[in-house]
């Protein structure tokens, strides 16, 4: 059973556009994470959201998590080609144990 | 501050045979996290240790096994390999607390290619 959604799983766009991944669950979760990964190395944090309602942003990117802590998205701003990866949505159930999405292979073309 | 290090990073194995990964986890970080990476299932959960006890385990067969070391080091084993056991195989640490938010923290992984 997959506890994780994400949406859209792959997504290529011009440079300067707007995009949106989302991460959907039935599941309440204690915390959710987001990851990027590049080809050839690990997943690489790029935020925690702990609090339900929470929005963060880094630069171009904002992150928001659901009310209920069950989704959260993942908004780019004038997507450059740097973006380009794969993001990865992951949802801490307890203490050691986080479920991740199937991710969404991003490629922003010049 | 050192990362999280995999030996090796490739290795070629064929079926039948076993093979044995190790995971240096970022100093201070009591939990180890191992997780199987494939094209078709994406980041599948296989086991997480905690000051050398296994406190998680996912949905893999037996033929997969872990331990963790005193000093937080951890090795994982795949013994009678198969063609489906090809896969990039990553190690996370973290803290591993029981409240507050654990975040993961990967190495670059271990490819492993059966043939």
């Known amino acids: 059973t997959q506890l994780l959604e994400q949406s859209p799983q792959f997504l290529s766009i011009q440079e300067g556009e707007n995009l949106t991944v989302y991460c959907n669950s039935s599941?309440?979760?204690?915390?959710l994470q987001w990851y990027r990964q590049e080809p050839g190395e690990g997943p690489v944090l790029l935020v925690t959201?702990?609090?339900?309602?929470e929005v963060k942003k880094l630069k171009r990117l904002t992150f928001q998590f659901g009310d209920a802590r069950k989704d959260s998205s993942l908004h780019i701003t004038a997507a450059q080609p740097g973006d380009t990866g794969l993001y990865l949505c992951?949802?801490?159930?307890?203490?050691?144990?986080?479920?991740f999405g199937d991710g969404t292979t991003l490629t922003v073309k010049p | 501050k050192a990362g999280v290090t995999q030996t090796p990073r490739y290795l070629i194995k064929t079926r039948g045979q076993q093979v044995t990964l190790s995971c240096s986890p970022i100093?201070?970080?009591?939990?180890v996290s191992w997780y199987q990476q494939t094209p078709g299932q994406g980041l599948q959960f296989l086991f997480e240790?905690?000051?050398?006890?296994?406190?998680n385990k996912g949905n893999f067969p037996g033929r997969f096994s872990g331990r963790q070391f005193s000093n937080s080091r951890s090795e994982m084993n795949v013994s009678t390999l198969e063609l489906g056991d090809s896969a990039l195989y990553l190690c996370?640490?973290?803290?591993?607390?029981?409240?507050?938010?654990?975040?993961?923290?990967f190495g670059a992984g271990s490819r492993l290619t059966v043939l």
């Open positions: 996370a640490s973290s803290l591993g607390q029981l409240t507050g938010a654990n975040v993961l923290t």
């Open positions: 599941s309440v979760f204690s915390s």
């Open positions: 959201v702990v609090t339900g309602g």
């Open positions: 992951a949802g801490e159930q307890w203490a050691g144990k986080s479920t």
């Open positions: 100093s201070g970080h009591r939990s």
């Open positions: 240790y905690f000051s050398e006890t296994q406190r």
